[in-house]
């Protein structure tokens, strides 16, 4: 292992434990990639993200193809149809957090952007949340369904599932769970609290990293 891959992989652990401490993930639920080299290292499948270390690591190439480690989680497709379509992006995450989840449950709006612009830092940080219609986690059909639609957006809301958020490294993807998983809350509190009536702002202007 590389001096480079040895430092994100300390950052994917950081984040995870990170993630788990402040209630963005509990038991085994989420994975957490990172793409150098031409290998994806994404955690093994039934990790705890809250107390892993490296050997809770898998090794695959670039198309999925199990190389070394552990075995990796059953939603590495996911990551490698992100990897595939958006070469820019370095790490990803996928969480079951709880308002991006609660969120994915309501009816809102856009399938290419669904949860509106109720701040400007959504759109900064993240860019536009495509909505992925349900199916079984680590499902062929739930692959399918979200390579139809990776192109449309920025990053991702799995339909009564959870977020999948990239970024150019594993602090930046989980700078941009953490923003994501933010404004589903507000946009979850303020239709408990206003329906349908609540302002959003003009973010045309913003440009989005992905």
């Not at 490296?54 to 552990?70: H, I, M, R, T």
């Not at 075995?71 to 595939?84: A, D, F, G, Q, T």
Request: glycine content about 10%; proline content about 5%; charged content about 20%.
């Amino acid at each position: 292992m590389t001096e480079l891959e040895s430092n994100e992989l300390g950052n994917a652990i950081w984040a995870g434990k990170f993630l788990f401490e402040r209630g963005k993930l509990s038991g085994s639920a989420g994975n957490i990639s990172f793409k150098m080299d031409g290998k994806i290292f994404i955690s093994r499948s039934g990790a705890t993200l809250g107390n892993m270390n490296s050997s809770d690591f898998s090794v695959s190439d670039l198309s999925g193809k199990w190389l070394e480690g552990p075995k990796p989680s059953k939603e590495l497709p996911l990551h490698v149809i992100v990897y595939s379509h958006k070469p820019e992006c370095g790490a990803v995450i996928h969480t079951h957090s709880f308002y991006s989840v609660l969120w994915s449950c309501l009816e809102n709006g856009s399938e290419t952007n669904c949860i509106p612009s109720y701040t400007p830092y959504l759109k900064m940080k993240v860019g536009t949340v495509g909505l992925i219609p349900y199916a079984p986690p680590g499902s062929q059909k739930l692959f399918y369904l979200f390579e139809q639609k990776v192109n449309n957006s920025s990053a991702y809301l799995l339909r009564n599932h959870g977020p999948v958020v990239g970024g150019r490294n594993v602090v930046d993807a989980f700078n941009c769970i953490e923003e994501l998983e933010e404004s589903a809350k507000l946009a979850v509190y303020l239709k408990s609290i206003c329906g349908d009536g609540a302002e959003t702002i003009d973010v045309g202007d913003l440009n989005s990293p992905f």
